[in-house]
């Protein structure tokens, strides 16, 4: 089975003890994060946690680890470890400035799919060609470290023409788009809102931070059941005939696109 990335969960990599509550968490599957999360002098800790987990665990389709940047020293010490482990369902990769850096994350673990943080100005710049590399398998876009290199802020009508154009460089090439986390968590009012409007430009899901922010983003993302309903009438009249018409509106491809994602996210 392939991982579902719309839902991810980060949990420490130093704090083995959570990866399984991580994994029941309600998350469509668990990010075992040996970057931010964990304390440079934890690193080598972190690293040997997150091999005995995939080396013991059952299941790991819903299991991914976030590495260091590829290009550091203890990026090159996680890619290492990964080759050597059991595979994960998927790698994510942070501050990739471009394609090649797939490439060369591919060349020490293989066909892995790679979820690929766009948070820094070079990554937008490229995040076209970085969705067409191989293997990978979403792109996320990363708001906080791209407003810390811009000089700017990270607040939602800022944001916005570097989250559309991460979602269309996405969509260009087939891939999932996911929506950075939300920093807040003791207030569910806001992951909430922030997933609402990452899902009304069209973004896939939204990572998490938190166990917390699972109930109000996945309601956030998850279509009313009059959407569905009409969704359902949009896809058997198209099954009826060509062209299509519903209530005195000519159903068009796109129409049906848009009604086929409705009921995708509402049998997730």
Not at 31 to 59: G, H, N, T
Request: net charge negative; aromatic share 4%; proline share 8%.
């Amino acid at each position: 089975m392939a991982l579902d990335p719309s839902l991810l969960l980060f949990v420490p990599a130093d704090r083995p003890e959570r990866f399984g509550k991580a994994l029941g968490s309600g998350a469509t599957g668990a990010i075992l994060d040996l970057e931010d999360a964990v304390s440079p002098d934890r690193k080598a800790y972190a690293r040997e946690q997150v091999q005995a987990f995939l080396d013991a665990y059952d299941d790991l389709a819903h299991v991914a680890v976030r590495i260091n940047p590829a290009d550091t020293p203890d990026g090159r010490h996680d890619l290492a470890m990964l080759a050597g482990a059991r595979r994960p369902g998927a790698l994510v990769v942070p501050k990739v400035g471009e394609a090649g850096d797939c490439g060369r994350v591919s060349d020490v673990v293989g066909d892995l799919p790679q979820i690929v943080l766009i948070e820094s100005a070079r990554g937008l710049a490229h995040c076209e060609t970085i969705a067409l590399a191989p293997h990978v398998l979403a792109l996320a876009f990363g708001p906080y470290d791209l407003a810390a290199e811009l000089g700017g802020v990270t607040d939602v009508d800022v944001m916005l023409p570097h989250r559309a154009r991460v979602l269309v460089a996405a969509r260009a090439a087939a891939r999932w788009a996911i929506d950075g986390p939300s920093r807040e968590y003791g207030d569910p009012s806001i992951p909430a809102r922030d997933a609402d409007h990452a899902r009304r430009l069209g973004y896939d899901g939204k990572l998490l931070i938190h166990p917390s922010q699972i109930a109000p983003v996945r309601a956030a993302f998850a279509p009313s059941a009059e959407d569905v309903a009409y969704a359902r009438r949009i896809v058997a009249a198209a099954q009826r005939s060509n062209p299509a018409v519903l209530d005195g509106t000519m159903i068009d491809p796109p129409i049906i696109i848009a009604a086929e994602r409705i009921l995708r996210r509402a049998e997730g």
